[in-house]
């Protein structure tokens, strides 16, 4: 998995609780996002970042927050988790591909969050 | 609203045989089209990914095509075999202004019967 790791694997947790997803790599890549995968819909964006420190929002990040402090770690944050909440979240990282513009893009194994 | 459509839903086929899988896509500006294969439970891994000036890329027994005119793009796999049972997704990329902005297919769930 490209030197992705993602923590924890698995998740259960109560409506209301504060959940922090961790992802780390190895890879030094610029980019990190979180995605969300959902049966009936593609991999949807929640947040991503462009480098120490600076983030921005995806498709789907109510209720969401991010934060990287280091190259290496991106962390997600569900504030106040519900049960809508509940899927399976997938790291993925990237950089310019060498004589490029574009990024080849690298997976994590993914974490499945459950909210009761 | 940038969308990305793909058929069928889900296809069963027998080892050994070919089969084509479709995307539509409507994101513009468009930047660059990638074929991804998810296995249950793991991460979507990279197949092809081909920028608006190419219009075929191969990896091993995968072929993908793409007609950007027409908006369209497609996935061959020749000589299936029971590993090629998987979820494959469709992602074009918005163009724009440096930012990597990916808008994904539902996917395609492949079944290999042998």
């Known amino acids: 998995d490209a030197g992705i790791t993602q923590s924890p694997r698995h998740k259960v947790t109560e409506t209301g609780t504060p959940v922090t997803l961790r992802c780390h790599q190895t890879e030094n890549h610029r980019y990190m996002y979180w995605y969300r995968q959902d049966p009936g819909h593609g991999l949807r964006l929640i947040h991503y970042s462009y480098g120490v420190k600076d983030t921005d929002k995806g498709e789907v990040s109510d209720g969401y927050s991010v934060s990287r402090s280091k190259t290496e770690d991106f962390l997600l944050t569900l504030e106040s988790a519900t049960s809508s909440q509940t899927s399976v979240y997938f790291c993925a990282i990237s950089d310019f591909s060498t004589g490029g513009s574009y990024n080849e893009q690298f997976f994590g194994p993914g974490t499945r969050l459950t909210v009761l | 609203k940038n969308q990305v459509e793909q058929s069928p839903q889900s296809l069963i086929i027998l080892e050994g045989k070919n089969c084509t899988l479709q995307c539509n896509y409507t994101v513009s500006p468009f930047s660059n089209l990638r074929w991804y294969k998810q296995d249950t439970g793991r991460g979507p891994v990279s197949l092809t990914i081909m920028t608006f000036s190419e219009n075929t890329k191969s990896n091993g027994r995968y072929t993908a095509t793409l007609d950007a005119d027409t908006k369209q793009s497609s996935l061959h796999i020749t000589a299936s075999q029971l590993s090629d049972s998987a979820s494959y997704i469709c992602?074009?990329?918005?163009?724009?202004?440096?930012?990597?902005?990916?808008?994904f297919g539902r996917g395609t769930s492949l079944i290999v019967h042998p």
């Open positions: 992602v074009v990329i918005l163009g724009e202004g440096g930012s990597y902005i990916p808008t």
